[in-house]
């Protein structure tokens, strides 16, 4: 079975799928935006602190139940313990874990399709097909149908080439791509009046906002949502590793990674509202606090692609790029759950597996666009504040209490011996125990009342 199993060809390889997977619109909008509302640079210093102090930690424990299990996540939770009741509550958690992944990827596909559509608009537009940007521009059902089920096929194509042709081979082209291109946004937008002003509330803290729970509680929640932990995927992708690749090092690149990127796409949105507003774009609401989410990414920015004449299309042109391919690393990444459960649980073909999966969630993803305003924001937050948070505890649980502490650590250190011997890594099985799960729930609870 092992052998029969894919597996990351390179250590770099994995690094950029799990980067892939981690970075994605919740990085370039979400954090941003976040940071922009929250205090700036507070917001961003107690999102680095919790990315360390609690996503990371978290995410090791997906990796090494991964890597130790080496299955899908309902196989890998359900056969960690001989216990009849212990495999009874993995089976529950696993499918728990698969059915949010498979309620993200649904809504993911659908906003996946809106960055495709907004990419295609500028490309019409600069070739002069006048009626493609006008039906590209609607918000027409056909519209978002057909956009999201081109993000859907691409998704459904690479995750059916497998784990090193398909996810390795295109988050390895895909990646480098997008931090080109964000960085010669940054570049850009640098050169306009008003960047400055941008970077000021971006990086200058307010330090009054440190300790508002609040703060707190959104910064955790992006955390979470951003480093794609809780519903299988970093396990799954742990799982592909090699027995003995670094698993603290990597899952400490990754988190790296993915809070670095986030940081630098503040660097590029930041100074680009603050660039909007200097050309009289309006980029507050009647409360008086900056446009965040859909309205920023779908009117804020577009209004002032617009205002730069042609330089604009080609900037709308690369940013939108930059979301479609940010989503579909993420989006393949998810869909790798419901792939790698139906390949080794019910032997199916990898492809046949991908069509199938694919093809389901696409329906789901038809049934949200048609009833949008009673699902697409119900799925959203029942995913992400309740599903993610909680699964994220349950998966805690199982590294913490169901592995043993000496499988834990051997798994940990595999090929580097000289890992048990660090202060941190003997206290992490603790920390994993105890103090993940509690902090985490804490949190949730704070938050859901
Ligand atoms: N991490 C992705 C983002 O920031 C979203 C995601 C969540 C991907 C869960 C996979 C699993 O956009």
Known sequence: MATERGQFSSK?????????????????????????????????????ILAFILAYPALMAELTIGRYARANVITALSELSPSPLLKRAGLAVGIGALTVAVFILSFYAIVAGWMLAEFISPAAQLLQLDGLARWVGSQSFSRNALMCGVMSALTIMIIARGVEQGIEAWSTRLMPALFLILLG??????????????????????????????????????????????????????????????????????????????????????????????????????????????????????ALFDNMG????????????????????SAISLLEVPVSVAVERCSMSRPTAALLSGGVIFMISLLIIWQFDALFNTVISLTTVYGQPLLGVALCVFAGWVLHRNQLLKELSNGHPEIESTFFWRVWPFYVKFICPSLILITFVQSVR
């Open 12 to 48: 770099i390889g994995f690094l950029l799928a799990a980067a892939g997977s981690a970075v994605g619109l919740g990085n370039i909008w979400g954090f941003p935006t976040q940071a922009a509302s929250n205090g700036g640079a507070a917001f961003l210093l107690v999102y680095l």
């Open 185 to 302: 946004m940054i570049g850009y937008v640098f050169t306009q009046a008003g960047a400055l002003a941008g970077l000021r509330a971006y990086l200058v803290p307010d330090l009054t906002r440190l300790g508002d729970p609040a703060l707190i509680l959104s910064a955790m929640g992006q955390a979470f949502f951003s480093l794609s932990l809780g519903v299988g995927t970093m396990l799954i992708y742990g799982s592909y590793l090699r027995d003995t690749d670094n698993l603290p090092r990597l899952g400490a690149a990754v988190t790296l990674l993915d809070t670095g990127f986030a940081f630098t796409a503040g660097l590029l949105i930041l100074p680009a509202i603050y660039v909007a507003q200097a050309q009289g774009i309006s980029v507050f609401n009647t409360e008086g606090t900056l446009i965040a989410g859909p309205d920023l990414i779908f009117q804020v920015l577009p």
């Open 310 to 329: 042609a330089a604009g299309s080609w900037l709308a042109l690369a940013f939108f790029a930059l979301m479609s391919i940010a989503a579909l690393t």
